[in-house]
């Protein structure tokens, strides 16, 4: 199957996106720890660090692959439900011993929950793979408890010219055929490539979420910038977006580099 999507209506890019997650799922984390050099588990780190958790909280991991974030949300203490759309990411994290019981296999854009169910959302290199970003967004806040925490992780493309240089050589000629050998799809990890390099810029997200009545939005550059984590939250019972004055609306969030 080829994964060129950018005529596909959003049903069909699942499709193909679900098919090709449940074609590299052997070789997935290997690749993962290989190609980002063993960064992406520190950057996961950082996403528990800034979850703050505590053993009450619910912990909804969309994305959430074999389960890497999940692990360390609960080796934190937190319970967490594992959330993906690839029935063999969620099975294969349950084979390591990444994800228990709680894990569902669902559409992201649909999560299957009752409202304000969870103390915390996160979700880790998943987003750019969401055809409808805006519908995902509703969800979230739908099902994220008042004054929960919302956490993105996100590849993102760096800000400083000589090393976007570097980065996009890697990008578009190492990291599709190291990839390719290590899950044994090429095309998968072209397509992948791709998504980097074509996501939405920080403020874009940062703009989208503000849309959507999330607010104290905080996104943070990491790693020269070719990782970004947005941190937010949905307001308190008694407080909507639109009842915040105009003034400090525009305070609502900031970027932070590293």
């Known amino acids: 199957m080829r994964y060129r999507v950018d005529n596909d209506t959003p049903h069909e890019r699942k499709a193909k996106i679900r ?14 720890r290989i190609l980002s050099f063993g960064i992406d588990q ?5 996403v528990v660090e800034q979850l703050e958790l505590k053993p009450t909280d619910v912990v909804l991991d969309v994305c959430s692959g074999t389960g890497d974030l999940s692990t360390l949300i609960r ?21 390591k011993g990444n994800i228990d019981e709680l894990a569902t296999v669902a559409d992201a ?9 969870f103390t915390k959302v996160c979700i880790s290199f998943g987003i750019r793979n969401i055809p409808d970003i805006d519908i995902f967004l509703e969800e979230v806040y739908r099902v994220l408890r008042p004054g929960g925490t919302f956490i993105i992780l996100e590849l993102t493309r ?3 010219n000589f090393f976007r240089i570097l980065y996009f050589m890697y990008l578009y000629t ?17 397509y992948l490539s791709k998504t980097i390099h074509t996501f939405i810029d920080p403020l874009t997200l940062t703009a989208m979420q503000e849309k959507h009545g999330f607010i104290d939005i905080k996104s943070t550059s990491m790693t020269l910038s070719i990782a970004t984590m947005y941190i937010s939250k949905k307001p308190p019972v008694g407080t909507s977006f639109l009842s915040i004055p105009l003034s400090k609306q525009s305070q609502n969030s900031r970027v932070i580099v590293h």
Request: glycine share 8%.
């Open 42 to 46: 520190l950057w996961r780190k950082k």
């Open 109 to 117: 854009s649909k999560l299957p929950f009752k409202d304000n169910i």
């Open 19 to 32: 098919s090709m997650f449940d074609s590299i799922v052997d070789g997935y984390d290997r690749a993962n």
């Open 158 to 160: 760096p800000r400083y």
């Open 174 to 190: 190492i990291l599709p055929v190291l990839g390719g050998i290590i899950a044994k799809n090429f095309r998968a990890y072209r």
């Open 75 to 95: 080796a934190a203490g937190a319970h967490v439900v594992s959330l993906d759309f690839s029935y063999s990411m969620i099975q294969k994290g349950m084979d």
